[in-house]
């Protein structure tokens, strides 16, 4: 899966139509613009907030400063044009069980209903495999459908467990058992 031409211990992956890989610093405009598309549901500490935060530096310098290794959030690049589109990959939020981290992905507007979520999602997940992990979270908010249905495809199962915000809405925690083989 780790791409040839690319430094010992950077991860890389390829599908057939993407590039998952390590943000670049030059990126962190395409990390801003998925801040400002946020549905306004989300949480204020996840959009641009009145003073223009993040700033653009402030999201370069989080680039330079958190590299993945077996957890974070990789650039997803479209391989025939070469844009970066989002993210996706493993964070630990402290939400799940110890040990289990939660698969996390977003896509700029432009990209969706393509696929791209759900093909990022598989590489994703063989990667967790490969580390050695045995289960997955997610987190979803129940008005986001189209999240749910790439969650679904990719064998997320919900829990039953939720959190309940009454300006948000609900958060519904899903589950994927990871076998080898």
């Not at 989080?62 to 996706?88: H, M, N």
Request: a negative charge; one cysteine or more.
């Amino acid at each position: 899966m780790v791409s040839e031409g690319y430094p010992e211990g950077e991860l890389m992956f390829k599908t057939r139509r993407l590039l998952l890989r390590p943000w670049r610093v030059t990126e962190a405009g395409v990390m801003r613009e998925l801040w400002t598309e946020r549905d306004p549901r989300v949480p204020p500490h996840r959009r641009i907030d009145a003073e223009g935060r993040p700033t653009l530096e402030e999201l370069e310098e989080a680039i330079r400063t958190s590299q993945p290794s077996s957890v974070g959030l990789l650039a997803v690049e479209r391989k025939t044009a070469g844009d970066v589109i989002g993210y996706c990959g493993l964070v630990d939020s402290g939400r799940g069980s110890e040990g289990e981290p939660e698969l996390a992905f977003e896509l700029l507007r432009r990209a969706w209903g393509h696929g791209y979520a759900t093909e990022a999602a598989r590489v994703v997940i063989d990667w967790a495999k490969a580390s050695g992990y045995q289960a997955l979270w997610a987190t979803v908010w129940d008005w986001n459908a189209a999240s749910r249905r790439v969650l679904s495809k990719v064998g997320f199962t919900e829990t039953g467990r939720t959190e309940v915000d009454a300006d948000r809405g609900t958060t519904l925690f899903t589950r994927k058992e990871l076998t080898l083989g």
